[in-house]
């Protein structure tokens, strides 16, 4: 059995800092991290591996500091992990990086899940996951909270839908995206961490997947970033709930909100 | 020069820190205020592998050296000082002087179930009238067929109450002062071993620390830690090591109580703003920030001499002076920081002080590490100097 973890290194969000009056994000002082999602979906996979044996394999884009993130993965129980790197990687959208992680994912041969993080915590999109399983053209299920059992080339998950949880079972392979906090991650082993350099990672290049740089041009082009505007403070009232009620009938009427 | 750490280095570091802030921090005032030994959180470190990690692989260890082992402590001392000190104990004064003392049988007997945490360590040297003085202790080990049967009491043994090997320091010549002493590796259960009441301390309230009583205790003579007369030596070789470990407790604890101290000062408001405002508490901020940077590049410099191999006992002695004294002066001043709410057991800033206390008084008062550094000194001009 083997299960495919994507993973994405990101700015650790509680080290960055906004400036709403420069309108600027300063990110290069926050800590380079395993985006805390994908450390859930690791923990499902390693999760499974301790119950059945599965080899897990983690993959990434990005430039050659992702590969710690990776080692850090192995250094939590990864069986191994590829980095995607290369010029054209790096100009690549969400479309191209899922695109280039289902050529990788294809180019490793036979796989019975793809446990992904329901979204990073950095662009807040979640569309890797569902990308790769229309890639793959494979079935995804989101949200899922618990993986219950996986047997006879089917998984039954609990996943979130509209306030309450559903039970859904889904015919391998396919796309799970773990939600945020499903789980509470592993950290790395020491004896691992000791060995976690040790071992030689291949690297993937675009060319390697058989993409080309029209294959990676980004659909979407990033023209600049903006703060919303500032919360209007509210208007603190205080009296008698009599007064209190009056006084908020007639700032609505007001408004024309009723 | 280069001060980049290895990545694996930045692995553990981070690690060690994640752990403490999930697993550590959240039962520190519960440790503290029920004065309950850290059990659960021991169980959890020996899963992590904190428990053996100077080890080598195959002892259930990770080979973590000098420079890593401060990372540890700094970061579980930053977040409960009770439990550090008993980890600290465990492994790098009992577990690491077996490992570096003993016979590759008492390696492979002892270490993996420290490392398992299914045994704790302790270290018993002090006695009531050897403190300062180790070579004044008066336990005695006599050689009788294949046992030695050693008679004594020892005081402050850290962990007593929880461990199950006890390194302990006995004269086996009683003529020879520090050169007559032995060291041995003492189970819990060989016949003659007692532990005595939990002593009631000022801080480190999660710390089992009781007196043994060793009634004519049977140690088969196999557990002898190298050889006859060496357990003066071997008693300062792993109070070397453990020093430079407790220096690394004195950074994280320090470090602990500028980041309680710094916060409280951004919160509390006073004459219509922050007192951080006030310069008087900035100049208590930043002399505490000095303090501390000038204490991590002492631990980490000895660190880095101790993993080349070199001669860092100078160093050791220093680090442990310096950390035993600035951790107080941090601890105090960030307490005059929070005003009344410092002398609150609620605030984690007065489980600190409390804590920060011991530091320069144990393993070595800061008196001793101060005439180890002088020794040094004088020594290069050719004149010994006694204690």
Known sequence: M??????????????????PRRQQVT???????INPTDRNALEEALVLKDKLGAKVTVISIGGPEVEDSIREAWACGADEGILLSDELLAKADFRGAALALAKAIQKLGDFDLIIAGAMAADTCQGQLGPRLAAALDIPCVNDVYRI??????????????????????????????IAPGANVPRLPHGARIMNSYQWEMPVWKA?????????????????????????????????SPEDLARELVSFLRERHLI | MDFTLSEEHQMFRSMFRDFAQKEVAPLAQTTDHEEKPPLEILKKMAEQGFLGATFPEKYGGSELDNLGYCFLMEEMAGACMSTALTLHVHLGLAGNTILREG?????????????????????????????????????????????YILTGNKLWVTNAGIADIFIVFAKTDPQAGARGISAFIVEKSFPGFKVGRRERLLGLRGVVCNPIYLEECRVPAENLLGQEGEGFKIAMRALDYARLGTAAMCLGLAEAALREGSRYATERSQFG???????AIQNYVAESAIKIEALRHLVEYTAWLADKGERFTKEAAMAKAFGGEI??????????????????REYTIERIYRDARALSIIEGTTEIQRFIVASDIFSGYGLKIKP
Do not use: N
């Open chain 2, 273 to 279: 703003g922050p007192i951080a405002l006030k310069q």
């Open chain 2, 103 to 147: 016979t590759e049988a008492q390696k492979e007997k002892y270490l993996p179930d420290m490392a398992e945490g299914t045994k704790l360590g302790a270290f018993a040297l002090t006695e009531p009238e050897a403190g300062s003085d180790a070579a004044a202790i008066r336990t005695v080990a006599v050689k009788k067929g294949d046992e």
């Open chain 1, 148 to 177: 219950l059992e996986v047997s006879g080339g089917k998984a039954r998950v609990i996943r979130g839908w509209d306030e309450k949880f559903l039970e859904v079972e889904v015919e391998l392979p396919a796309v799970l995206c």
């Open chain 1, 2 to 19: 083997r299960v495919i973890v994507p993973i994405k290194q990101i700015r650790d969000p509680r080290g960055v800092k906004a400036d």
């Open chain 2, 327 to 344: 951790v107080r002066w941090v601890a105090d001043r960030m307490l005059q920081v929070h005003g009344g709410y410092g002398y609150m």
């Open chain 1, 27 to 33: 990110l290069e002082e926050a800590e380079l991290v």
């Open chain 1, 207 to 239: 060319s390697d997947l058989g993409l080309s740089e029209e294959d990676l041009r980004p659909g979407v082009e990033e023209r600049g970033l903006s703060f919303p505007p500032e919360r209007v403070r509210g208007r603190v009232s205080r009296g």
